[in-house]
């Protein structure tokens, strides 16, 4: 009977740990099944945030080369048939972009030499140049290249052919 009782002891001992390590393994299997699920959510939302923003952003800049080729076809039509620009009616025409552009960007249009002429900073005695302004929009040169992510997930070479990048030569400034 004593050997009896060691057995039944010893086939409990042993089937509890079985149970044990069968519970075990399957909390790991479950947890690492969790995570590779969250990483797969986290991989996806990541794709869809990325996406997103990407779309806002070529939006944005779509709207903002809209107006500077709108403002540059203007000003040249303007120097053209006048030869020199109204103060007044560039100004009406920057806020008019401006507003259309809600806080997107500043416009200013300045002269060959970098001074700002019209727009944010343009004031009497102001002599903002456009190489000292910290967003480095001064910094844009056309035929500058760029990656441009395409719709297939690849990326191409751009470069900049804006109106921001066409220079305007107005009739009072040097150079």
């Known amino acids: 009977m004593h050997k009896a009782w060691k057995f039944h002891r010893l086939v409990l001992i042993a089937t509890v740990l079985a149970v044990n390590l069968f519970v075990a393994a399957l909390l790991a299997y479950t947890l690492n099944e969790a995570r590779a699920q969250i990483e797969r959510d986290v991989a996806k939302n990541v794709e869809n945030l990325s996406m997103l923003l990407d779309q806002s952003i070529t939006g ?3 709207r903002i080369d809209l107006s500077l080729r709108g403002i540059g076809d203007r000003l040249q039509r303007d120097l053209r ?15 008019n972009h401006r507003a259309w552009l809600s806080d997107l960007a500043q416009l200013r249009v300045t002269d060959a030499a970098g001074v700002v002429r019209f727009g944010p900073g343009s004031a009497p005695g102001a002599n903002t140049v456009v190489a000292t302004i910290s967003s480095g929009i001064g910094t ?6 760029f990656p441009i992510r395409s719709s297939d997930g690849g990326t191409r070479s751009g470069s900049c052919r804006s109106a921001a990048a066409t220079p305007v030569r107005m009739a009072n400034s040097p150079g």
């Not at 048939?81 to 806020?95: F, K, Q, S, Y």
């Not at 844009?140 to 290249?145: D, E, F, L, P, V």
């Open 140 to 145: 844009a040169r056309t035929g500058s290249s």
């Open 60 to 62: 944005s800049v779509g």
């Open 81 to 95: 048939v006048a030869g020199r620009l109204d103060g007044a009616e560039v100004e009406a025409l920057l806020a």
